[in-house]
């Protein structure tokens, strides 16, 4: 069994960063692929970020591209999602997610475990 535990949401102000954390236990991490999703009230939950096993990372989400960057470090088997020029439209409860493979999808039906969340609000 996988647990992922994300940490590091909150409140900040539009322009500001946040660091989001993704704490992996249970199966090899170092083994699969890893994706950050979001669910903002009343829409349907979005690819933002993913990396591969090897650390390779794909096109990130076009409304995150050139402020949010997707990262891991394997001794602490922990996945991150840094934040940049935060706007109100990133408000969103955030995933993170593991792969069923070692590669990267932007589908969610690709990722079988999944953290319980944390909320990010941005505010103008």
């Known amino acids: 069994q996988v647990q992922l535990v994300e940490s590091g949401g909150g409140l900040v102000q539009a322009g500001g960063s946040l660091r989001l954390s993704c704490a992996a236990s249970g199966r090899t991490f170092g083994g699969y692929g890893m994706g950050w999703f979001r669910q903002a009230p009343g829409k349907e939950r979005e690819f933002v970020a993913a990396?591969?096993?090897?650390?390779?990372?794909?096109p990130y989400a076009d409304s995150v591209k050139g402020r949010f960057t997707i990262s891991r470090v394997y001794a602490k088997n922990t996945v991150y999602l840094q934040m940049n020029s935060l706007k109100p439209e990133d408000t969103a409860v955030y995933y993170c997610?593991?792969?069923?493979?070692?590669?990267?999808?932007?589908?969610?039906?690709?990722?079988?475990?999944w953290g319980q969340g944390t909320q990010v609000t941005v505010s103008s």
């Open positions: 990396i591969t096993r090897s650390g390779g990372i794909a």
């Open positions: 997610a593991q792969s069923k493979g070692s590669g990267y999808s932007l589908k969610i039906e690709e990722y079988n475990y």
